[in-house]
């Protein structure tokens, strides 16, 4: 089974937008954590936010922001004011206990001016 | 936040050479190094695990002997593709863990290495 599902394979946003990108996973641990990561074209692997599985609180960076749903698994980044350098590849990755991070399909973005 | 060096970033060879990727943790001791290759619009899929000192843990399906993985210090890490043929061209990624499993660990990414087999 996968353990992270991202299901938007592309996704478009006008400029100043706001854009949800959907991440489920799965796991049995009660220890975890979910990261998000931008992949521009460039190649490199950008962190973006983190959230851990005992935080109460949904984690914020800036204009970037996890809406963690425990109970439904879910961990869905939310970008506001979308840019123009926006635009890349997003993925929704977790790491459980001494093991290494399993990332997901990803999600391209674009942002349309 | 911590920095992560990969060397080369473009890398075009002929068949049948072996191209060595460098990874470089800068301002941290890296427990744990891990080797990542990515093919075009898809994920990330883990090659193998290195820790200092000892012999990296390769995942399902990857040859250890194809892509020999070397973890002399705590600060470098290096991926060697023997014999390259086409179907190893791809993209190459390393990350450096300080910690080596703990689960709020934020991992940090090389540049990637992007190989072409001719």
């Known amino acids: 089974a996968q353990k992270i599902t991202q299901t938007q394979p592309g996704m478009f946003v006008q400029e100043k937008e706001a854009v949800t990108l959907d991440c489920t996973y799965d796991?049995?641990?009660?220890?975890?954590?979910l990261f998000w990561y931008k992949q521009p074209s460039s190649g490199e692997m950008i962190f973006l936010i983190y959230?851990?599985?005992?935080?109460?609180q949904n984690a914020t960076e800036g204009r970037y922001s996890l809406n963690f749903q425990k109970a439904r698994k879910s961990a869905n980044l939310v970008i506001s004011a979308s840019q123009l350098g926006d635009s890349a590849m997003y993925f929704c990755a977790m790491r459980e206990s001494a093991r290494q991070l399993t990332f997901g399909s990803g999600t391209q973005l674009t942002v349309l001016p | 936040g911590a920095v992560v060096s990969q060397h080369p970033s473009r890398v075009i060879c002929k068949s049948g050479t072996s191209v060595k990727i460098e990874c470089r943790s800068l301002?941290?001791?890296?427990?744990?190094m891990f080797w990542y290759r990515q093919f075009p619009k898809q994920s990330l899929m883990l090659m193998a695990t290195?820790?200092?000192?000892?012999?990296?843990?390769?995942e399902q399906g990857v040859e250890k002997d194809k892509f020999l993985i070397n973890h002399a210090s705590l600060t470098l890490s290096t991926l060697t593709v023997t014999s390259a043929h086409p179907e190893d061209s791809s993209f190459y990624i390393c990350s450096a863990s300080r910690t080596g499993g703990a689960t709020n660990e934020k991992l940090f990414f090389g540049s990637g290495t992007q190989l072409s087999v001719l």
């Open positions: 290195s820790n200092e000192g000892s012999k990296a843990t390769y």
């Open positions: 796991t049995s641990d009660q220890s975890y954590g």
């Open positions: 959230q851990g599985s005992y935080d109460e």
């Open positions: 301002d941290f001791q890296a427990t744990t």
